[in-house]
């Protein structure tokens, strides 16, 4: 079955990166793309970007240009996520999810919280 | 920047109906935004109800539907359960890969 694993929490200092991993077995990994979602506490999702594993091509939303890398090893069936920059409103959980086409993020992994505080 | 609008909150009795609605604080939504919908509990990734419109995920009960409202994308609950309690969310696609999550609306059954 289709299964996302995400790395675990992570505390960071403001100003510093965090890279979080999700780990994609179950299907070929390359033959869909990968997309992260952010939740912080009580609020809402927020869509931060997405890599087509198959070519590692990547759109970040425009909220995050410039601090956020998404990248991915075939090799490990794995994509990540880095975040630079953090700040207390940072705070959140990350997810990633399996994009299927039509909007459909069909498997989601299953979050990773990071918290930044000093 | 485009903003995603949805109703906060609904409250719908056991067995009843309810419709939320996904808009754009500037213009109009249509099938060309692949509007769809996710259901959230507490502490829970959220789990994909309808896509594409109006395409129900596999294993979702035919009770979720979706639709094009006048100016904006529906997701109506027919009959609703206990269970259908939850957090809802749309989302659209704005072109070039890249989707915008509305705020939520949190649907009580009571």
């Known amino acids: 079955q289709v299964q996302l694993v995400q790395s675990g929490a992570e505390v960071k200092k403001p100003g510093a990166s965090v890279k979080v991993s999700c780990k994609a077995s179950g299907y070929t990994f390359t033959s869909y793309g990968l997309h992260w979602v952010r939740q912080a506490p009580g609020q809402s999702l927020e869509y931060m970007g997405r890599i087509t594993p198959h070519n590692g091509d990547t759109k970040y939303s425009q909220e995050f240009q410039g601090r956020v890398t998404i990248t991915r090893d075939t090799s490990a069936t794995t994509a990540y996520l880095e975040l630079s920059s953090l700040r207390s409103e940072d705070t959140a959980v990350y997810f990633c999810a399996r994009g299927v086409g039509g909007g459909n993020f069909d498997n989601w992994g299953q979050g990773t919280l990071v918290t930044v505080s000093s | 920047q485009t903003v995603v609008t949805q109703e906060p909150s609904f409250s719908v009795s056991p067995g009843g109906t309810v419709t939320l609605t996904c808009g754009l604080s500037s213009g109009s939504v249509s099938t060309d935004h692949y509007p769809s919908w996710y259901q959230q509990t507490p502490g829970q990734p959220p789990r994909a109800l309808i896509y594409?419109?109006?395409t129900r995920s596999s294993g979702v009960p035919d009770r979720f539907s979706g639709s094009i409202l006048g100016n904006k994308a529906a997701l109506t609950i027919t009959g609703a359960q206990t269970d259908d309690e939850s957090d809802y969310y749309c989302v659209l696609s704005m072109g070039g890969g890249l989707w915008v999550f509305g705020g939520g609306a949190k649907v009580t059954v009571l």
């Open positions: 594409n419109t109006n």
